[in-house]
Protein backbone atom coordinates (compact mmCIF):
# COMPACT_ATOMS: atom_id res chain seq x y z
CA UNK A 1 0.00 0.00 0.00
CA UNK A 2 1.04 3.33 -1.20
CA UNK A 3 1.24 5.92 1.88
CA UNK A 4 3.10 9.10 2.98
CA UNK A 5 5.15 9.56 6.00
CA UNK A 6 4.61 12.77 8.01
CA UNK A 7 7.57 14.19 10.13
CA UNK A 8 7.50 13.19 14.12
CA UNK A 9 8.23 16.64 14.67
CA UNK A 10 5.41 18.07 12.78
CA UNK A 11 2.69 17.73 10.09
CA UNK A 12 4.14 17.85 6.57
CA UNK A 13 4.79 15.17 4.41
CA UNK A 14 8.77 14.30 4.09
CA UNK A 15 8.32 11.10 1.69
CA UNK A 16 6.17 8.68 0.03
CA UNK A 17 6.73 4.92 0.46
CA UNK A 18 5.38 1.54 0.28
CA UNK A 19 4.30 -0.30 3.71
CA UNK A 20 6.29 -3.73 4.26
CA UNK A 21 5.64 -5.21 7.14
CA UNK A 22 2.89 -4.03 9.41
CA UNK A 23 2.63 -6.63 12.78
CA UNK A 24 3.83 -5.62 16.01
CA UNK A 25 5.63 -8.71 16.63
CA UNK A 26 7.87 -8.46 13.32
CA UNK A 27 11.01 -7.58 13.07
CA UNK A 28 12.40 -4.61 11.40
CA UNK A 29 15.36 -5.00 8.90
CA UNK A 30 17.54 -3.69 12.09
CA UNK A 31 16.43 -7.10 14.02
CA UNK A 32 14.38 -4.72 16.14
CA UNK A 33 10.36 -5.46 16.91
CA UNK A 34 8.32 -2.95 15.40
CA UNK A 35 6.32 -2.35 18.04
CA UNK A 36 4.70 1.24 17.41
CA UNK A 37 6.22 1.11 13.75
CA UNK A 38 5.58 0.11 10.39
CA UNK A 39 8.30 -1.00 7.63
CA UNK A 40 8.48 0.96 4.72
CA UNK A 41 10.19 1.23 1.95
CA UNK A 42 10.59 4.65 1.04
CA UNK A 43 9.93 5.69 -2.79
CA UNK A 44 10.03 9.57 -2.66
CA UNK A 45 12.14 11.47 -1.32
CA UNK A 46 10.52 15.07 -0.35
CA UNK A 47 12.51 16.89 2.55
CA UNK A 48 16.09 15.18 2.66
CA UNK A 49 17.35 16.36 5.93
CA UNK A 50 14.53 15.22 8.18
CA UNK A 51 16.08 12.73 10.80
CA UNK A 52 14.93 9.27 10.93
CA UNK A 53 13.11 8.86 14.36
CA UNK A 54 15.10 5.68 14.52
CA UNK A 55 18.70 5.67 12.61
CA UNK A 56 20.72 3.11 11.02
CA UNK A 57 24.15 3.77 11.04
CA UNK A 58 24.94 6.23 8.76
CA UNK A 59 21.39 6.43 6.93
CA UNK A 60 19.78 8.80 9.83
CA UNK A 61 18.17 11.17 7.68
CA UNK A 62 15.00 9.85 5.07
CA UNK A 63 17.28 11.24 2.16
CA UNK A 64 20.12 8.47 3.04
CA UNK A 65 16.96 6.32 3.16
CA UNK A 66 15.47 6.27 -0.50
CA UNK A 67 14.91 2.76 -1.74
CA UNK A 68 15.46 1.70 1.70
CA UNK A 69 13.50 -0.53 4.05
CA UNK A 70 13.20 1.44 7.62
CA UNK A 71 11.19 1.54 10.74
CA UNK A 72 8.26 4.52 10.67
CA UNK A 73 6.15 5.26 13.65
CA UNK A 74 2.72 4.13 12.66
CA UNK A 75 1.13 7.27 13.43
CA UNK A 76 3.14 9.37 11.37
CA UNK A 77 2.04 7.13 8.53
Do not use: F, H, Y
Not at 7 to 28: E, F, H, L
Amino acid sequence: MEVSLTSPNSASVVAMGTIQKTDRKAKAIDGQPLADCVEVLVNIVLKKTTELPSAQGKINKIGNAQARCIPWPRKNV
